[in-house]
């Protein structure tokens, strides 16, 4: 695949992952959290080790492997999940959204340190960008940012821990199919996920029997196509362009989430929204270097007409 297809598919991976929080949002409301998300991941998990066994891909982790299994399990699973339900309820949507805004940053930091990645001023230039059109689409109709509590530090713990998860997804994929080990991360994290829930959540699993048929249908959804076709997809970007490069794409999901709860929800979508993923995009494209992609092609096409 490349490179400017796996910009494509990043692009419409964001897509359903920004719907999924319209979804989640639902789900939530019906179901305890943890509890739900520890099965809506399980379903992801299996789902994806179907697809994998349909296209013969599926195989067991070599001995050296398992490392990144678990750790992958630990850290891009339990521990994001949990701390970010956690600090959800602990602190207010607008800081939550802003927290989650320095992810790609982070991501690109941490892949300087143990990646060996260079950060230049024109990609960081691109992160500063994408993060004010976050900033912008976040506060919009907001009553702006509270003061900081122990729900924005959890939900720093969240973003941390997924940030480095993805290093250690590009790290794995020397050896390992990211879409595999995507499988083992969800099925394996899914079973610390509802450890945690069965302690935290007592009656979690009797919430579910009281689902709605239209609920298990936003579950299967949510678990099929956002978490198990998304996940699997994004891992397997992330082996190709790199964990930085990749993150910058989850910029985009704010806005993406607007549009479902507009869709869905009936909230408005206004112009600062729209300026807001102008500024978005625009962050995308400079800080993953994928304006060099949209040069380098336009170049070709007059050097062909020549």
């Known amino acids: 695949m490349r490179t400017y297809q796996i910009y494509l598919l990043l692009f419409f991976i964001m897509i359903p992952w920004g719907l999924n929080v319209t979804a989640t949002k639902i789900l939530v409301d019906q179901f305890m959290p943890l509890t739900m998300t520890a099965f809506r991941i399980m379903t992801a998990g299996i789902a994806v080790i179907i697809v994998l066994l349909m296209l013969r891909q599926f195989r067991l982790p070599a001995r050296s492997e398992w490392k990144a299994v678990v750790l992958g399990a630990i850290l891009n699973v339990a521990g ?67 003061g900081v509590s122990i729900g924005d530090f959890e939900i720093f713990l969240s973003i941390l821990s997924q940030a480095f998860s993805f290093i250690l997804i590009k790290q794995a994929s020397k050896t390992m199919d990211p879409r595999l080990l995507t499988g083992y991360m969800l099925t394996l994290g899914s079973l610390f996920l509802l450890i945690i829930a069965t302690i935290t959540e007592p009656g979690g699993i009797h919430s579910l029997a009281a689902g709605s048929t239209i609920m298990w249908v936003i579950f299967s959804a949510s678990a099929i196509i956002a978490t198990a076709l998304g996940h699997m997809s ?21 806005f993406f989430s607007l549009l479902g709860a507009a869709l869905f929800l009936d909230e408005k979508i206004t112009t600062s929204h729209l300026a807001g993923l102008l500024l978005i995009i625009a962050g995308v494209v400079i800080g993953s270097g994928a304006y060099k992609q949209l040069f380098w092609r336009k170049n070709r096409r007059i050097d062909a007409s020549l």
């Not at 190709?240 to 985009?252: D, M, Q, T």
Request: charged fraction near 10%; aromatic fraction near 10%.
């Open 234 to 254: 994004y891992n397997y970007c992330i082996g190709k362009i790199g964990a930085a490069e990749a993150s910058i794409f989850l910029n985009l999901t704010p």
């Open 80 to 146: 994001h999940h949990s701390l970010l339900s956690v600090g959800l309820k602990n602190t207010s949507a607008v800081n939550g959204g802003l927290i989650l805004g320095v992810g790609p940053l982070l991501t690109a930091i941490l892949a300087i340190i143990f990646l060996g990645s260079r950060l230049t001023w024109i990609k960081f230039l691109g992160f500063i960008i994408g993060f004010s059109g976050v900033f912008i689409t976040v506060l919009e109709g907001k009553s702006g940012m509270h």
